[in-house]
């Protein structure tokens, strides 16, 4: 399939989706500096060198957006605020995927969000958590937060330390139902059961393992040595996945990805890892590709 066919089928073909413009007004997100979506669905270019074909994307580090605000340095590997790329909006219901790092004592004052499910994991230091719901709390490198916008949040995200850095990852997923109840979770993994293999830290399920969000996804972390070979099984058909290198490399499906490196798959059943350096971190995200 050529990069013309691809692109006509993934945004007019039996089984996508395409947004109305009463829909892309009421996906908008008023503060997000980011234009509401026109189609919703497999908005990104094939991998044409993969083993695997015309079913996978390949986002390289070097390649992302980036901004640089002084005491907010931020990778996008999607289309966010000033960081603009028609080819690269989304993953499926994937839509914003930020490598964040925020200088001490600074951070995203108090602002709002709406019918967005936003997902924060922190990577080493400290991050201070506050919002509209009364909730206040620290999230530190194995936490997850959590928050379902809903009808309306309000929040700051601040590096509370005076010395040292903040990275962490900002995730943001549309939702499958709109203009809920806001709510806010946070949660502290045991990494011990993420050690040479996939633990679940994200949902549907309110009584799963890890936290739930409003949507037919499942996150998952791993840590492994060398040489280590895992197999992936999708939990919903229909699913893609987009697996996220916090750090080491690994070959997925035979395609060579390495630290920061993104690479979605979907029409497929399962998904093969092996990792190729000792210490390699992966953040896999089965998200639907559709609305």
């Not at 009808?151 to 990275?167: A, C, R």
């Not at 499958?176 to 045991?190: E, F, S």
């Not at 994200?202 to 969000?213: A, H, R």
Request: hydrophobic share 35%; aromatic share 8%; proline share 3%.
């Amino acid at each position: 399939m050529d990069r013309k066919d691809f692109l006509k089928k993934g945004l007019l073909g039996t089984g996508m989706f395409v947004a109305t413009a009463s829909l892309g007004n009421t996906m908008k997100n008023e503060i997000d500096e980011i234009e509401p979506l026109e189609p919703i669905g497999y908005n990104h270019l094939p991998n044409t060198d993969s083993k695997i074909k015309d079913n996978s994307v390949i986002h390289k580090a070097d390649f992302r957006g980036k901004a640089d605000h002084g005491w907010l340095v931020s990778n996008h590997t999607f289309s966010f605020a000033n960081y603009h790329n028609p080819e690269r909006m989304h993953f499926g219901v994937l839509r914003v995927l930020n490598d964040d790092k925020v200088e001490a004592g600074r951070g995203f004052g108090t602002h709002p969000h709406d019918n967005m499910e936003i997902i924060s994991i922190p990577l080493e230091g400290d991050l201070e958590h506050k919002d509209s719901m009364g909730n206040s709390a620290i999230i530190k490198s194995g936490d997850i937060q959590v928050m379902s916008a809903g009808t309306g949040i309000m929040h700051s995200e601040f590096n509370k330390n005076n010395d040292s850095l903040v990275k962490f990852l900002q995730i943001w997923v549309y939702p499958n139902k709109r203009n809920v109840a806001p709510r806010y979770d946070q949660i502290t993994l045991d990494k011990t059961k993420g050690q040479n293999k996939f633990q679940q830290i994200l949902s549907p399920n309110t009584d799963d393992e890890g936290v739930w969000i409003h949507q037919d996804a499942w996150f998952h972390l791993g840590n492994f040595e060398n040489n280590i070979e895992t197999n992936y099984q999708i939990k919903k058909k229909g699913n893609g996945i987009y697996a996220f290198i916090l750090k080491g490399s690994a070959e997925i499906e035979g395609q060579k990805v390495e630290t920061r490196d993104g690479f979605g798959v979907w029409d497929i059943a399962d998904l093969n890892i092996k990792s190729t350096t000792e210490g390699t971190g992966i953040l896999l995200m089965e998200v639907p590709m559709t609305m």
